[in-house]
């Protein structure tokens, strides 16, 4: 089914293609004609399914007919959990308006840099703006923009919006915007809280789900390794050279480790970097872009990295210490095999872990083998199953799905004495 099919108008499907998008991908297929059409929208999609076009070129078309040539006006509003995804979502926004014949003005804000040119960049309004949430609300605070023309509002990643604490900020924006929009609401995964969210702010929503079926993910190659949590280093650097890898994301599970791994790895003669929320917004922004540019063919990170970024052709993904989650390690592994590319994950199991592996993979109703490497066989052997409060090695805590009250208090504490790499790496703008 083409692009056009689905009522969008032919300069978008002209900016579609020029994206290289050629035919929607399942969520797109069933979004765009219920956003078109102005019903609330609830999308439950994979990493990866193509879900920022498939609000984006509804939006842009639905802003073109209502443009009134006035003084611009917010009345679309995309609200992101991390700085990276507002650049990333933006990006997708304003390549697709460039094609449009009313030029449309979108503002991506954010925290964690300048206001300053933010509130420049509002100046002479915006037609869309794409923000986290807390910068959003100082910048109403500075009278930099007003939210009372909004008539559509995306919210994007939902559950990582309240996982990284953004309940009440959202609260307080929705507060700010007309009772009448339209809502669009995506989230991976629908746990309590998102649901209620989503229960209290859509009105009788169109759900756009894209079913779990083999042939419609993409296709990643899942791998488990059993080694010693003191080889995980070593192997990493035999894996990234016997397989000629080209650009690898290894996941660790603090600030500190992703700077000790990348260093040691830099220092064996691969080019890695580290990159965590610990480091400043210019500096993340740069090691992103020269990660995309091949400039660094490792890139050790914690879970920051785990949602939104898309990098294209990352053809592996290695979870050096495990995810806390399940819902974690489907973001992790998401990184790679993105828009039908193939892709391969691999996770090192150290004995302590292998408890801790063991509930992922029953979640994901997955049971890999555990590999042996030659030369990097485990002399560590297994242990029984583990206890729910310790962070041994090679785990980034042993969790259920979200952090408990302990975690956060926890993770508040440590970022209360600036503490880096304790308490999960959120990054928060
Ligand atoms: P998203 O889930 O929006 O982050 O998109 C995931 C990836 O799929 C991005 O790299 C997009 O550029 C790509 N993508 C989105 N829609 C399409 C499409 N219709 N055809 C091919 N690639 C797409």
Same mark, same amino acid.
Do not use: C
């Given at each position: 089914m083409p692009f056009a099919s689905l009522g969008l108008s032919p300069a978008?499907?002209?900016?579609?293609?020029q994206l290289g998008f050629s035919v929607p991908t399942p969520i797109q297929a069933a979004a765009i004609p219920a956003v078109l059409q102005g019903s609330d929208v609830l999308g439950a999609a994979q990493t990866g399914s193509g879900k920022t076009a498939a609000f984006a070129l509804p939006l842009?078309?639905? %802003?073109? =007919?209502?443009?009134?040539?006035?003084?611009? !006006? +917010?009345? $679309? *509003?995309v609200l992101v959990p991390t700085r990276e995804l507002?650049?990333?979502?933006?990006?997708?926004?304003?390549?697709?308006?460039?094609?449009?014949?009313?030029?449309?003005?979108?503002?991506?804000?954010?925290?964690?840099?300048?206001?300053?040119?933010?509130?420049?960049g509002l100046r002479g309004g915006a037609d869309i703006v794409v923000a986290t949430p807390g910068r959003l609300l100082d910048l109403v605070e500075h009278n930099a923009l007003r939210l009372s023309a909004v008539a559509h509002l995306v919210l994007d990643e939902a559950d990582r919006l %309240?996982? =990284?604490?953004?309940?009440?900020?959202?609260? !307080? +924006?929705? $507060? *700010?915007?007309?009772?009448?929009?339209?809502?669009?609401?995506f989230s991976a995964t629908f746990p309590d809280a998102v649901?209620?969210?989503?229960?209290?702010?859509?009105?009788?929503?169109?759900?756009?789900?894209?079913?779990?079926?083999?042939?419609?993910?993409?296709?990643?190659?899942?791998?488990?390794?059993?080694?010693?949590?003191?080889?995980?280093?070593?192997?990493?650097r035999h894996?990234?050279?016997?397989?000629?890898?080209?650009?690898?994301?290894?996941?660790v599970a603090t600030q500190y480790a992703a700077e000790h791994v990348a260093e040691k790895l830099y220092k064996a003669g691969i080019y890695a970097s580290p990159f965590h929320g610990g480091l400043s917004q210019g500096a993340r922004n740069q090691v992103l872009q020269e990660f995309k540019d091949e400039r660094w063919q490792?890139?050790?990170?914690?879970?920051?990295?785990?949602?939104?970024?898309?990098?294209?052709?990352?053809?592996?993904?290695?979870?050096?210490?495990?995810?806390?989650?399940?819902?974690?390690?489907?973001?992790r592994i998401g990184r790679t095999g993105r828009a039908g590319e193939s892709g391969v994950a691999v996770s090192f199991v150290t004995a302590d872990a292998e408890a801790h592996f063991r509930l992922i993979e029953k979640r994901q109703h997955l049971s890999l083998p555990r590999e042996h490497i030659a030369g990097f066989e485990p002399s560590e052997a297994a242990q029984g199953p583990v206890p729910d409060v310790q962070s041994p090695a090679g785990t980034g805590g042993i969790k259920g799905k979200r952090p408990s009250k302990k975690d956060k208090l926890r993770a508040a504490a440590a970022a209360s004495t600036g503490s880096p790499g304790a308490g999960p790496d959120t990054g928060k703008a």
């Open positions: 978008l499907v002209h900016a579609a293609h842009l078309q639905q %802003l073109q =007919l209502s443009a009134t040539g006035g003084p611009r !006006r +917010v009345r $679309a *509003l507002a650049a990333q979502v933006g990006e997708v926004l304003r390549s697709l308006a460039q094609h449009l014949q009313q030029p449309l003005k979108v503002a991506i804000v954010f925290g964690g840099v300048s206001i300053n040119p933010q509130m420049i %309240l996982d =990284l604490g953004f309940a009440d900020e959202l609260q !307080r +924006v929705l $507060a *700010l915007l007309p009772a009448q929009r339209q809502n669009l609401f649901q209620a969210l989503a229960d209290g702010l859509l009105k009788s929503p169109v759900r756009v789900e894209v079913p779990h079926t083999p042939g419609s993910e993409p296709a990643i190659e899942q791998r488990a390794i059993a080694v010693d949590a003191s080889r995980r280093t070593q192997l990493l894996l990234v050279k016997q397989h000629e890898w080209s650009r690898v994301l290894v996941f490792v890139v050790v990170t914690t879970d920051l990295a785990a949602r939104g970024i898309d990098i294209a052709q990352l053809p592996a993904v290695v979870n050096y210490d495990l995810p806390r989650s399940a819902v974690d390690y489907v973001h």
